[in-house]
């Protein structure tokens, strides 16, 4: 707790820097919805779904993401420490190697989530979302499962960088998968695709398939049961733990090595 | 800008700046990854919405593929970025020696990006390739079409780097500019039929979109390879484009003298 509270006191530091940050996380995530907005204006239906419900799908997918990487923004940073030999002064320290990682001081700023905050709320309504007590309580389970999507996947990729110290080109191709595919219904790809979204790199399980169960659609594809979206959580837990044994070989590879 | 012009000296820029771009072969890879995901992508995408929704007029769904494509192959040309190394040495002061040589700068960024551009460009031929593998581009529909395009890709071309120069300008006041440049760059992506061509945008909007500089860089080239324009639309398209280069020059030798003289008035 102590750490997040330095970094809060840090941020409030660099008043004029928050604000540029700010327009261009507005500017980012403003393209990306013009552009569907414009899109589906002249399109109205991508594969059954309109223009309201993309924007719920782009929320959903915002939450996680942006709450991923205000807590965990770091983690993309290990192969930097690699390359850069910095990596050897977390592994002489009494804490956890990946606690130390996560609470480096960083210059993230809470804009993003934010903002995600904001337009979650307002696709809810725009989308016609039912509010029960059900959506109150899924909604958080499934942000909690998205961010542990994201962060599996990261900390899995951050991993290879023990082996092969450059791992760019792989990072690079995994956030583009993630940022330009959860943008539509993944019933729009090819069977492979599908698949690896929803159980290679499950983050299908952060937008798609929950929004399929909060606005009642259907999924023949790949959705055996409507309710698929919700185990979100517990995909998050079985690839979080996996990616996590996955770094503690990792680890003790580049300890075996190094010393 | 007032130096003789010594072509020889500017093609070693050129010629530095593809050796050094070269030594990153690892980008290319890269580019090359992300770019069959989004070819992939494109073709899902719109694949889906002809599926479901009449196409709008002129527009048929192999010509919107190919419109997307051509432009994620033009991305690549197009983000290259020479005039960024001019933030870097106004924030380092290393300006201030550039300044004493006796070459003219926004020449030599000029150079420089047309080196760089030239490798990203060798990298477009397997990106090509490999597009091709994925989804049917279409050819533009005659020579003229063809010989027009060329024309427009270079005054796009021309006009995209004054406005990276006139961004990268502004380091000479506030240093901070990076946020600014990356808010710019994804509004100019949108605005400049870099995404999704702005014919889709709503009647008036559109009508503003098309006659902006932005549209000079995408749009026009994209629009005179797909023979969406002809005849004399193409010419009125050109001599909007050249308007605009002499526009953006102006304002880039305006606002670079103004900035030079703070740099050698602070400098003393």
């Known amino acids: 707790m102590q750490a997040w509270r330095i970094r809060l006191l840090t941020m409030l530091e660099y008043k004029a820097n928050f604000i540029m940050w700010f327009a261009f996380t507005i500017a980012y995530h403003g393209v990306a919805i013009a552009a569907l907005g414009a899109t589906l204006y002249n399109f109205p239906s991508l594969a059954g779904w309109n223009f309201r419900q993309i924007a719920f799908l782009y929320a959903l997918w915002m939450l996680g993401h942006s709450t991923h990487n205000l807590l965990f923004f770091s983690i993309g940073e290990v192969p930097v420490y690699v390359q850069e030999g910095t990596f050897d002064r977390f592994l002489v320290r009494p804490r956890d190697v990946l606690f130390q990682i996560v609470s480096v001081p960083n210059q993230q700023w809470p804009d993003e989530l934010a903002l995600a905050l904001v337009w979650f709320v307002f696709a809810t309504w725009y989308a016609h979302v039912r509010i029960d007590a059900v959506f109150l309580v899924a909604v958080p389970l499934v942000v909690a499962g998205g961010v542990l999507i994201d962060l599996a996947i990261s900390l899995a990729t951050a991993t290879i960088a023990f082996w092969f110290v450059r791992v760019d080109t792989l990072r690079w191709v995994v956030m583009s998968l993630e940022q330009e595919f959860t943008r539509y219904p993944v019933s729009i790809y090819t069977r492979g695709v599908r698949i690896l979204l929803a159980y290679v790199l499950p983050y299908a399980f952060m937008n798609y398939f929950p929004a399929v169960y909060f606005l009642h659609k259907s999924d023949q594809g790949l959705a055996i049961v409507p309710w698929l979206g919700l185990l979100a959580p517990a995909v998050g837990a079985v690839w979080f733990a996996a990616a996590y044994s996955f770094w503690r070989l990792g680890l003790n590879r580049y300890q075996g090595t190094g010393s | ?268």
């Open chain 2, 1 to 268: 800008m007032g130096h003789s012009l010594r072509l020889d000296a500017y093609l070693q820029f050129a010629s530095k700046a593809f050796q050094r771009e070269a030594t990153y072969r690892v980008e290319v890879f890269s580019e090359i990854g992300s770019l069959v995901l989004r070819v992939y992508l494109i073709r899902a995408l719109w694949t889906a919405l002809y599926a479901h929704n009449r196409a709008p007029a002129n527009l048929p769904l192999h010509t919107i593929i190919t419109y997307s494509t051509v432009a994620l192959l033009l991305s690549l040309i197009f983000e290259v970025d020479g005039t960024r190394q001019l933030r870097e040495k106004i924030r380092l002061g290393t300006i201030a020696t550039d300044l004493l040589k006796p070459i003219s700068i926004p020449g030599s960024l000029f150079s420089d990006g047309v080196g760089t551009t030239l490798l990203h460009a060798m990298s477009v031929i397997p990106s090509l390739l490999i597009a091709l593998l994925l989804v049917h581009v279409d050819r533009p529909p005659d020579l003229a079409a063809g010989a027009a395009f060329a024309a427009a890709f270079a005054l796009g071309y021309a006009v995209n780097f004054l406005l990276n120069f006139c961004m990268n300008c502004v380091a000479f006041w506030t240093l901070e500019t990076f946020a600014l440049q990356l808010v710019v760059r994804w509004l100019s992506d949108l605005l400049s039929g870099a995404i999704i061509p702005l014919t889709l945008f709503p009647g008036a909007l559109q009508g503003v979109l098309l006659h902006l500089p932005f549209a000079a860089v995408y749009s026009t080239p994209l629009f005179v390879y797909l023979g969406l324009i002809h005849g004399q639309q193409i010419g009125r398209a050109l001599l909007e484009q050249i308007a605009w280069l002499i526009v953006f020059s102006g304002l880039g030798a305006w606002i670079w003298s103004r900035g030079r003289d703070r740099v050698v008035v602070q400098g003393g």
